[in-house]
Each structure stands twice: as structure tokens, then as C-alpha cells.
């Protein structure tokens, strides 16, 4: 089933990299949120760059260390100016990345380079702070001599120079590489030139971190790794893991990874062991993340709207009323503030407060959830005005993947439904230029009953924010994604949802919504148990899988039904 997608978009190096060093000379001591985004935004540019220059395998040369040692320089800034003990040395750290970003600026550089979002910092809270940890964990029970500090490309970029920053601040000489491994995501494997192999076989002797998130369902990045270096000779006690969480590696889908993941130490320091949360937010503060929001909201557990908490956003519920979202670290959760403060202040969502470090508050509001038996006339109305807005308050530039939305409903149905259900997709070809001619905007995503609130004054969205651009499909969209979703989900008639679009186009100046309608229907549809259906197999054996079990079953007769509209 496809519900992942992959976030990516070309920018100019060289602009970004003139950016980032004019920062840093007009700053003369930066604070830790500054040295954050540093860090991130260098590391993303840092592993577009490298993967454009590498394409085939991973190499050694002077050209790619300069990117190395910027990304040590800026991890050891990093390092310095959150712990308190290494305060004294961010003067230094602050000279040595500004000179490590004069020699990059002398290198010829790509016109354009593809960079991903790093999900672990966009999505899914990951912060640097915790390697941070980890490495001086390493540091006290080990007492390396010297390392060679290995970042697994993309966002392993950034969390590699934060490990050898700390361990070179603490004074153990450290060389940062970086590599991509290759191949099906179940068998990933490292791919060297002659010279970066023998410098490393040469090294055996050292120790050898590799330094990434996850492991993921394969564990076959970190496993294709090990599998390298331990062809170089380097035994496996020098090899240490420094992942973003602790699994027995038993449920890898690798082979490789289950047997390697027991034979190598790891050094991970969680959220809740680093005490993020009280750190970056203060004190007091109640957690409702992994679905925990709905004890404080429902009455009663038969009430509660199923979630997969494996991938809801940590949030937390401060003392003041205000609810602290993680919104994304850097550029996503800037982008997430913006798209708050157009919608609070024209009253379609609870007032956004501030971003502090990731997170973004909002004002608490008592209100009750809705239920699909909710949806009336004003109701109704309340939605097209806010999905009007949000197409002409909300617009983002270019169009929608046609032949990726097409693949993602032709793989959906065909795995729930047979090769037999993927042959009805054909019929989908007449929608193409409707798709592709309609704009563009910041989609909610999420228009399920319980994300409305009805308060004294009025309806009100929440969970407005994220889903526009979070891990999984469609991504920026056209709107016609949130009218589908709407009549899935509060399980609208034809006349229903012919009305609500007629209402809505009437307010946007959408003439066509409802010849694309269908297709977008169907799209949500085969998204949706696509989603289900994963989440069924994840959560196996918890009572919140079961109530998935009935989702599957929900969108499955959802994807049914819109097949036959489209046909």
C-alpha cells in the first residue's frame, strides 16, 4: 500500500550556502535555536550537494571534505552552545564556521540540486539535542581515542556532525565522513571507491560510528553499513550505532539487519530521557500525544475516534491553556506558523500563539467534537467558507502530480482489491487535465467530524496545520482533496455533497470542482485504506488495531463506491 511520500525541492547551492554564511558573520553569539537551524539547513544542502557529486558510489576527496569539516565545524557550534560546560568554546567553533563556509564558497557547485526534507526534524521530533547526549554518553564509557564519524545521507548528515562535534569538543580527533547506501530499501548496501576503502581498511583500528535516524522496517541501511566496514576489516566492537531509537531488531524485514543489529553497540538517548519536552517548553505540562487528547476530550472511551499513535505529533497541554503542537523544526514549522496566523486571524481555527523551538502553541478552547450526524446546514455552510478560504489565502505554486496520484489509486486497489480493480483505474485518463489545471494550495488533510470543534461562538478546525505537507499523501494539493474527504468522512449523500460544492464553488469562483470531484474521491478513497490497512498491521493485537480493522472495511466499500462514479 502507498501512503508515504517523499518530500523534495530544487533550490540554487550557491544562494543558499551566500545565505547561510552572511548569517553567521552578522552574528556574533548565537543562540541555540540559531545554531539548530544552522546545523539542519546545512545538512540538507550538504547531502543534496553530495549525492549530485557522488551519484554512483561514495568517495574520498578534498573537494567533498570541505563539506565535511563545515558540517564538523557547525555541529561543534552546536554542541558548544547547548552545553554549558562547552560554553567557552563557541567563540572558536564560530570562527571555524565562518572560515569552513569561505573555502566551500570558492568550490563550483551544481546550478541546481534536489534537497529532501529531513523527516526526523520535520515530522516526527527529532532533535539534535539527543545525540548530543548520546555522543557524550559514548564519550564517558568508551574513552575513544579517535573516531571516525560516519553520517548516513540525508539526514544523517547533520546528526553525524553533532556527534563529532561533541566528541571533538571533549578532545578526541574525529574525521566526518558521509555515505548513501544504495539499492531496494530492503537491502541497502554501501557502495566505496578505492580510496575512501582504503583509507577506512586503514583505520581499523578506531572507532567507526555510524550515525542516522531510524532504524525503519528494513533496519537495512544501518545493516548494509556494518556489512561494509565489516569487509574492511574493522571488527565488529568498533563499530558503534547511533540510531534515534532502540528496537530488538527482531521484527526487521532484513535479513542482514536482524542478524546485525545484536552485534554492534548502540548509544540512543530519547525524548523522554533527554527531557525535551520540560527543556524546550517549561514545566507543568500534561502529555497528549499518541491519542492521549482524547481522555481530556471525550467523556467516555466508546466515543473516541481511532488513531494510530505511532504517527501523531507529540503535543502537550501547559499549565496556561495553551497547546504546544511540534510543528517541525526550521523552515517546516516557520511555514506551519505562517499558514496558523492566516487562518486564526480570520477566525476558522483556535488563535495561534508563538513557535518556540519546533513547537507551536495555540489557545486551548472548550468545544464540543463533532460527530457525522453533526453535519447540517450551518454546518454546510461553515465548511465551503472555510475551504473557499483556504484556496485563495493558501495557494502554493505549481500543480498536482497526475501520474503519481494515478499510481498511488492503481496500487492501492490493486493490492486491496485485486489486479482485476487496478484495470478499472483506466478510466481515470479523462480527469488528467482537470487535475492538472486546477491550483495548487495548503490542503488541510484532515476533515474527519472530531477535527471540528463547536464552541460558543461558532465551528472552529483544528488540526489545520500539519498535513499539508507531513509525511504521507497528497502533500500541497488542490482543494477538491478536502471536499472529497468531507463527504467521505461525515458520509454525505449525491445531493449532500452536490450541494456543499455548489456552495463552495459559488465562494471560490471554482466552476469546475465538480467534474474533478470524482477522481478526488476515489483518490482520498484509495489513500485512506491504504492507510487503514497499514495501520490494521501495525498495531496487530492492540484494540486500536481492531478499530482500524473497521476502517479498512469503511474505505474499502468507500473505494468501491467511487470506482463506480468514475467508470
Known sequence: ????????????????????????????????????????????????????????????????????????????????????????????????????????????????????????????????????????????????????????????????????????????????????????????????????????????????????????????????????????????????????????????????????????????????????????????????????????????????PVVQPQHERRKYLDADGRLWKFAGLGEPGERALARGQVLSEAGLIPPVLELRQGFLASKWLAGRPLRAVDYDRQFATCVAEYLAFRRQALPLAGGADFEELLTLIRVNVAEAFGESGAERCESLRGFESLVKDAPTVAIDGRMMPHEWLRTSSGFLKTDALDHTEDHFYPGPLDIAWDLAGCALEFGLDAPALASLARDYARRADDPDILRRLPFYQLAYAAFRLGYATLATQALQGDPEGLRWSDEVLRYGKAVQNALALCA
Open 1 to 304: 500500500m502507498l501512503i508515504y511520500r517523499e518530500s523534495s525541492r530544487q533550490i540554487d547551492p550557491a544562494a543558499k550556502l551566500a545565505g547561510l554564511r552572511e548569517d553567521l558573520m552578522q552574528t556574533g553569539h548565537p543562540s541555540p535555536e540559531q545554531a539548530t537551524r544552522w546545523l539542519i539547513d546545512f545538512g540538507m544542502l550538504e547531502a543534496a550537494v553530495v549525492d549530485a557529486r557522488c551519484p554512483e558510489r561514495d568517495a574520498n576527496s578534498h573537494w567533498l571534505q570541505a563539506w565535511r569539516d563545515a558540517a564538523l565545524a557547525l555541529g561543534r557550534l552546536f554542541a558548544a552552545g547547548t552545553d554549558p560546560l562547552l560554553g567557552e568554546q563557541v567563540p572558536a567553533a564560530l570562527a571555524a564556521c565562518r572560515q569552513s563556509l569561505v573555502v566551500l564558497a570558492e568550490q563550483e557547485l551544481p546550478a541546481v540540486v534536489q534537497v529532501r526534507e529531513p523527516e526526523g526534524y520535520a515530522y516526527y521530533a527529532l532533535y539534535p539535542q539527543s545525540y548530543l547526549l548520546a555522543a557524550q554518553r559514548f564519550l564517558t564509557e568508551q574513552r575513544p581515542r579517535s573516531v571516525i564519524c560516519i553520517g548516513i545521507r540525508s539526514i544523517g548528515t547533520s546528526l553525524s556532525a553533532v556527534v563529532g562535534g561533541a566528541l571533538q569538543a571533549a578532545g578526541v580527533p574525529v574525521e566526518l565522513f558521509s555515505v548513501r547506501p544504495r539499492g531496494h530499501p530492503f537491502s541497502r548496501e554501501l557502495l566505496l571507491d578505492a580510496d575512501l576503502a582504503d583509507h577506512w581498511r586503514a583505520a581499523r583500528d578506531r572507532h567507526f560510528l555510524l550515525v542516522d535516524e531510524g532504524p525503519g522496517l528494513s533496519g537495512s541501511s544501518f545493516a548494509g553499513s556494518t556489512e561494509a566496514l565489516s569487509r574492511l576489516g574493522i571488527p565488529d566492537d568498533r563499530i558503534v550505532l547511533f540510531p534515534s531509537w532502540l528496537p530488538d531488531g527482531g521484527q526487521f524485514c532484513s535479513d542482514l539487519a536482524r542478524a546485525r543489529w545484536p552485534r554492534h553497540a548502540k548509544y540512543c538517548v530519547s525524548f523522554e530521557e533527554a527531557d525535551l519536552a520540560r527543556q524546550l517548553l517549561g514545566d507543568n505540562l500534561r502529555d497528549l500525544s499518541g491519542g492521549g487528547w482524547r481522555k481530556l476530550v471525550y467523556g467516555d472511551a466508546v466515543d473516541w
